[in-house]
């Protein structure tokens, strides 16, 4: 049986997204919230990236989607990656942060206040 593209993408394109928010908070979303705990200035500072990403998205006249949040997090890579500066690969130094990691860290903040239904496997 074929199954019509048009009811397989939104599916796919949905645990994609989900996929990407799970694989970021897997690599800077956990240190980084421990991290933020620890250090008041980050998380002022996730607080003011995550407002930015917000206001990217047009989070306030709209929700939030995993969708949004994963097509962001992944358009800054690779705006970065083309001006040089490389994802953060290993450990980061939260107490000296690149810019890039508070970005994807405030990503990870604003996705944790998604519902957790739209962030369930299919």
Do not use: K, N
């Amino acid at each position: 049986m074929r199954v019509p593209y048009h009811r397989v993408a939104p599916r796919t394109a949905a645990s994609r997204a989900r996929s990407t928010l799970a694989l970021l908070a897997a690599s800077v979303g956990a240190d980084g919230f421990a991290a933020a705990a620890a250090i008041p200035a980050l998380l002022a500072l996730v607080d003011q990236h995550a407002a930015a990403v917000r206001e990217s998205l047009d989070g306030d006249r709209r929700p939030l989607t995993p969708a949004a949040l994963a097509g962001y997090a992944e358009g800054i890579r690779a705006a970065a990656v083309e001006h040089g500066l490389l994802p953060p690969v290993g450990p980061v130094d939260w107490s000296a942060p690149q810019w890039l990691s508070v970005r994807l860290l405030a990503v990870c903040a604003l996705a944790r206040t998604l519902d957790p239904r739209h962030l369930e496997a299919v």
